[in-house]
């Protein structure tokens, strides 16, 4: 949050928030290189855990959370080039393909937990939605069709729950981009699973229909 006021705000204002905050003049700050220290830290952090929503169902603890928001907050002033380069492309795709490949080999020594993985989708949805504001519909559409694969080969491929919501989460965030395909990706997962699914994805469902219904008039 400092780094974006630093970059942003103007000379006075700055002047104040220094004094009133007490913050360095001097002090070395990059948003580059504070996501790319954000994202290891996420990588290893055993905070980054599941704990139960009555919203959400198994959603991500409040930590996880944080690396979220701060992530999001530094890529919105980065702007989508630099953000689907240097961490969709580089960090979260790598990680998640780590992941898949883990699980197709049985293997279970180093591989990505599976909180890790349901955080890198939510933060793939989050980043996504820079994407659509900035206006790279394809890009964006591109990102949620892997995804809407990913959900459906779900119970084939015994994804846990927890990664599963995150991924239809992350579907829900990315709705504009391709409102049919992402409600039909929702349907068809919904015809298969046997847990109770909970009240955010029934929500976040009807929004995204609703996106259908506006793209007929």
């Given at each position: 949050?400092q780094?974006?006021i ?12 220094n ?23 996420m ?6 855990e ?23 907050l530094?890529?919105s ?15 979260l ?7 898949i ?5 049985h ?5 990505v937990?599976?909180?890790?993985v ?8 989050r ?9 790279y ?48 990706a929702i ?5 298969t699973?046997l ?23």
């Amino acid at each position: 949050m400092q780094l974006i006021i630093r970059q942003n705000a103007n000379d006075s204002v700055l002047a104040c928030l220094n004094a009133y905050l007490s913050w360095e003049q001097g002090s070395s700050l990059d948003a580059g290189n504070m996501v790319s220290n954000l994202l290891s830290e996420m990588q290893s952090c055993p905070k980054v855990e599941f704990q139960l929503n009555y919203k959400y169902g198994e959603d991500l603890s409040e930590d996880a959370w944080q690396y979220i928001f701060a992530i999001d907050l530094l890529c919105s002033h980065l702007k989508w080039d630099w953000t689907h380069d240097n961490v969709i492309s580089k960090v979260l795709w790598p990680s998640m393909d780590k992941w898949i490949k883990k699980r197709k080999d049985h293997e279970t020594a180093q591989s990505v937990p599976d909180s890790i993985v349901a955080l890198t989708l939510r933060l793939i949805g989050r980043l996504g939605q820079i994407g659509l504001k900035e206006g790279y519909l394809s890009a964006v559409k591109n990102i949620s069709s892997v995804i809407g694969l990913f959900v459906q080969h779900a119970k084939e491929e015994d994804v846990p729950w927890g990664v599963q919501l995150a991924a239809i989460y992350s579907l829900c965030d990315l709705g504009s981009s391709n409102p049919v395909g992402i409600v039909g990706a929702i349907h068809a997962w919904r015809a298969t699973v046997l847990n109770s699914v909970p009240f955010a994805v029934t929500s976040g469902l009807a929004e995204v229909n609703s996106l259908c219904k506006m793209d007929l008039h």
